[in-house]
């Protein structure tokens, strides 16, 4: 006899179908493409840097830039002295500007020039700019003369007096310049430069005085 099939009911159902996977977001590789510009980034900042520091290497190696030198050569008062506390000033003196450069050119946009005694201001005066070429010298004479209120006490006061009775006086002589550099035909930013004096200028009415200026080499700092 054959053997009895089992009754199906209702219809037949295969094997259960898995349920969709769930999709995530990837966070991660967003974080991952922000590092890789951020890397990107800070290599070629750094291939700049370093062309821009061969740039600069083979142009000082080319142009071997040199300080300007500058020299006052002749200085002398013709008045100095004290009435109350206003100071009576006449000096006059020689300033040569040096441009050792073989290769550069030094336009003198703007020459202000202060003479300062005890660290007081007397007063400014501004000289006509001027180029200047290279491997080339140039004098300026500036004039300064007036008066200007001065507090003078304590130990200022008693080196006063002694410079007084020597016929020489220190004179601060400070010039503030604005430049410009030429190279071939290109001309290059405006520079700040300050040049300091230290200056022992003899008074030429006093006749107790047989002290003779020295020419005096200024420091010149950017």
Sequence with gaps: MADKQPHLNGAFY????????????????????????????????????????????????????????????????????????????????????????????????????????KDQRLNTQWLPPFYQDHKTTTVLSPHFNGQQIVFLAGDKLTEFNGETLAGVFNVDLTFRLQLRLKVGAVRIGKFKPKVNCELKVPLKSNANSFTFFQTTRCDFDF
């Excluded at 840097?49 to 142009?63: K, P, S």
């Excluded at 006059?92 to 040096?98: G, M």
């Design 14 to 117: 295969g094997p259960a179908v898995p349920p969709p996977a769930k999709t995530y977001h990837r966070h991660g590789h967003r974080r991952g493409c922000a590092c890789c510009l951020l890397t990107t980034f800070l290599k070629l900042l750094i291939t700049i840097v370093v062309v821009v520091g061969i740039a600069v290497l083979v142009l000082w190696l080319v142009f071997r830039p040199h300080k300007l030198t500058f020299h006052v050569t002749d200085a002398e008062l013709t008045r100095f002295n004290i009435s109350g506390n206003q100071l009576h000033y006449n000096m006059a003196l020689n300033l040569t500007v040096r441009n050792p450069n073989n290769r550069i050119g030094v336009y003198y946009d703007v020459i202000e020039a202060s003479p300062f005694y």
